[in-house]
């Protein structure tokens, strides 16, 4: 399956598109309804019409924002109408969600008039807190927002304009700070006169670039004094006195080259020309002017930004809009104008000249990151692009007088912004960028599933490991064929257990293992060979041919366990292996044990699951701490099953000093907060729990899958706890995602095995 499928296939599973509406208030009863609808609905509806201020304290208005769009000018694909840029919008709506918790419905106007779009958008000032413009052609797209500007109470933000001004100029600025340059001082070319670049020239003169030293180019040149073919009032204001003509002439010894053109504008003959360490900015999309490997080339003193994510100093909006907006409703801002847009600059180019923390280098596969010539602009991963650029929006809005409702304790709005940003996506993201960071061999006994081909393509892809796969050859490269999968020419490993040069050692080594266990060396041959490649892949990881095993997705759970145990088997010293599931929820995180293996534990057993838990979640970079679940709360029923909870605690204590753990608790009391501090002061607890150790295999399963399908939890697991070397088994119904993510904790667990 080729990239084209899987983005459709992306759009088009389960519900439909990328975004749902969800009710942020209960209804359920029909107190609720009488409450969100009639009759109570119409009391916010008076208090409204008596004080339309109070739209922003009864409605979503004040973080709702549209993004709006005619389709005009969409990513590199051109005028393609507004209908077929809906998913754009939409996923734009995602960006504003996802960084900023900001809410979003996209508008489509299927109308080129620019009239129209604003007549649209006046309109519409009543539901929004604020207005996106996007993928808007220009020249009408100044028109349309300078018109909206004039006559809207609400912020009105083109991105395409100045979503990429805004990151570039915040990198320029650090760029001429590491070459000790002065930015007034600067010659500059930019090449590109549409709407990001025009906004990009305006923003570079606001912070100080001269105009005179300054030279736009289109297609047909220079723009010059007098020059009439290819003109607007736009351009026109760019026009400079000059004799030069062409993009060439202009590029010899300038210090700053801007692209926002298309492929292979810039040529290594200009970098040559350039003044001594020169700075491009390549940001055509998705090939840039000019490589940073060109570049570099012909030249080692030069600094290169571009536009995508695999090359060093990314310009990504996205490390603009969402937190611009979240800082301007937040404040209930009029405009979003220009004192708003340069602090933005200033608050993401001090940011990359902090240290920056491991987290965000861990989410980006352990790579150090430190202000120099690869790092002159944060990470679009950054949390801490919410935490600056939001409050410097807000205080140059309040400080510009044009907030409505100025934020009086700027300490506590950051720490509210703090809790915007959940934790799970963001762990699973950490997983996989650990896991990329020294990727493994992990082996597939299923090697002809169609779900573990594609996951393995995209193993190899992102570099999270080296997947080996376990089946006939011709028949999975048959499958990669009818699959379209791309490996570009570095096709997976694929063994054939029947033919393996290794497969008779194999058998020899199991035949040693259970010779005594009723084996015979010919049935451990037919296992190697024929009948179990779950055995065979087991036997990989012991010899040391691979490093870890996932498998499970066509056979039942019990059917990989088994196999493990007899060729590789449990930690020594422990009494069991013991099953875990990471459970992730919008706002954080729960591993929950035993879920999987031990179906009556005993006391000792539990203590072993709570501290192989706990080992894990350190595994992972979550610091554990551990409630023992019961239907008892601390001595309230004194029954043998809550006495063995209690008793279990005492040995983790005994076992792992250092460990926050107690119980036995009810699940409740585990996980709110609220309840343990005034309930039960006592407790090592403080805070809600994030393992959770259950009584037996029925609880602890039965909760899994009961908050993954009612409870909306993405389940990744079951992760297996006391192997002696890292086995990990899938799910019957997993998808490729589920096992991209088991895959990465495979691999993470290999790193520490």
């Not at 009818?482 to 063994?495: D, R, T, Y």
């Not at 044990?593 to 350190?618: G, N, Q």
């Not at 009391?669 to 090592?684: G, H, M, W």
């Amino acid at each position: 399956m080729g990239k084209k499928q899987e983005a459709l296939d992306y759009h088009s599973s389960g519900r439909k598109g990328k975004i749902e509406v969800i009710s942020s208030k209960p209804c359920s009863t029909s107190r609720d309804l009488s409450l969100a609808y009639s009759p109570g609905v119409a009391e916010p509806c008076l208090e409204i019409e008596k004080n339309p201020e109070d739209a922003y304290k009864y409605t979503a208005k004040g973080n709702l924002v549209a993004v709006v769009s005619n389709g005009t000018a969409v990513l590199g694909l051109g005028n393609i109408g507004a209908l077929a840029g809906k998913p754009v919008m939409e996923g734009k709506g995602v960006l504003f969600k996802r960084f900023a918790d900001i809410d979003v419905f996209d508008i489509e106007v299927n109308s080129e008039d620019p009239d129209e779009v604003i007549k649209v958008c006046q309109l519409l000032e009543p539901t929004f807190g604020g207005i996106n413009l996007e993928d808007i052609k220009a020249p009408e797209c100044f028109y349309i927002e300078e018109e909206l500007k004039k006559t809207m109470n609400i912020p009105v933000f083109h991105d395409d304009q100045h979503g990429t001004a805004i990151i570039s100029a915040a990198a320029l600025i650090n760029a001429l700070q590491l070459i000790n340059k002065k930015i007034e001082e600067i010659r500059i070319v930019i090449n590109g006169a549409g709407a990001a670049a025009i906004a990009c020239a305006n923003l570079a003169i606001s912070l100080g670039v001269k105009p005179a030293n300054m030279i736009m180019c289109d297609t047909k040149g220079v723009i010059y004094k007098g020059r009439t073919e290819g003109m607007n009032k736009y351009k026109e204001r760019f026009a400079v006195d000059t004799q030069l003509r062409t993009l060439e002439e202009a590029a010899d010894g300038a210090d700053v080259l801007f692209g926002l053109s298309s492929k292979g504008a810039f040529t290594p003959e200009m970098v040559r020309k350039m003044t001594v360490n020169p700075i491009i900015f390549a940001m055509a999309n998705p090939d840039p002017e000019i490589t940073p490997e060109e570049a570099r080339a012909v030249r080692g003193d030069v600094l290169v930004a571009t536009g995508r994510s695999d090359y060093p100093n990314q310009v990504n909006n996205v490390l603009g809009f969402p937190f611009i907006f979240r800082g301007a409703l937040d404040v209930r801002a009029t405009t979003i104008n220009e004192e708003m847009k340069k602090a933005a600059v200033f608050a993401l180019a001090e940011l990359a000249r902090e240290e920056c923390p491991d987290s965000v280098c861990r989410a980006y596969g352990n790579v150090k990151f430190s202000f120099g010539r690869d790092y002159i602009i944060p990470k679009p991963f950054d949390p801490r692009a919410l935490l600056r650029v939001a409050p410097a929006i807000a205080k140059a809005a309040m400080e510009s007088g044009v907030a409505r409702q100025p934020i009086e304790d700027m300490e506590k709005y950051v720490e509210h912004l703090e809790s915007l940003q959940g934790k799970a996506k963001e762990t699973l993201r950490m997983i996989i960028n650990k896991a990329k960071s020294d990727p493994k061999r992990i082996v597939f006994p299923e090697g002809d599933n169609e779900k573990i081909l594609r996951a393995a393509h995209i193993l190899m892809e992102e570099e999270i490991a080296t997947p080996i796969l376990l089946g006939n050859h011709d028949k999975i490269m048959a499958q990669i064929d009818e699959l379209s999968l791309n490996f570009n020419g570095n096709s997976p490993v694929i063994i054939d257990p029947s033919s393996y040069e290794k497969s008779e050692e194999y058998a020899l080594e199991l035949f040693n293992l259970r010779q005594r266990k009723g084996l015979t060396l010919s049935e451990a041959r037919r296992l190697m060979t024929r009948k179990s490649r779950t055995h065979f892949g087991c036997m990989m990881v012991r010899q040391g041919d691979a490093d870890t095993l996932l498998s499970g997705i066509d056979t039942h759970y019990p059917e990989t366990i088994r196999p493990a145990l007899e060729v590789i088997g449990k930690q020594q010293g422990l009494s069991s292996v013991h099953g875990l599931y990471m459970m992730v929820f919008k706002k954080g995180i729960f591993l929950m044990a035993d879920t999987t293996v031990c179906i009556e534990p005993t006391a000792e057993e539990l203590a072993e699951t709570a501290i192989l838990a706990a080992e894990k979640a350190r595994m992972l970079d979550i610091e554990p701490t551990i409630a023992m679940l019961s239907f008892s709360n601390f001595g309230s029923v004194q029954h043998p099953q809550a006495l063995k909870i209690k008793r279990a605690v005492e040995i983790v204590k005994e076992k792992a000093p250092g460990l926050i753990v107690d119980g036995e608790m009810q699940s409740d009391t585990a996980v709110v907060t609220e309840i343990l501090q005034k309930s039960f002061p006592f407790a090592s607890l403080k805070e809600a729990a994030n393992i959770l150790i259950f009584p037996d295999l029925n609880s602890g399963n039965i909760c899994y899958k009961l908050l993954h399908h009612l409870g909306g939890a993405e389940a990744i697991g079951p992760i297996l706890m006391g192997m002696k070397k890292p086995v990990h088994v899938l799910q019957r119904g997993d998808d490729v995602t589920d096992i991209v993510n088991m895959a990465a904790i495979a691999v993470v667990d290999a790193q520490n095995s």
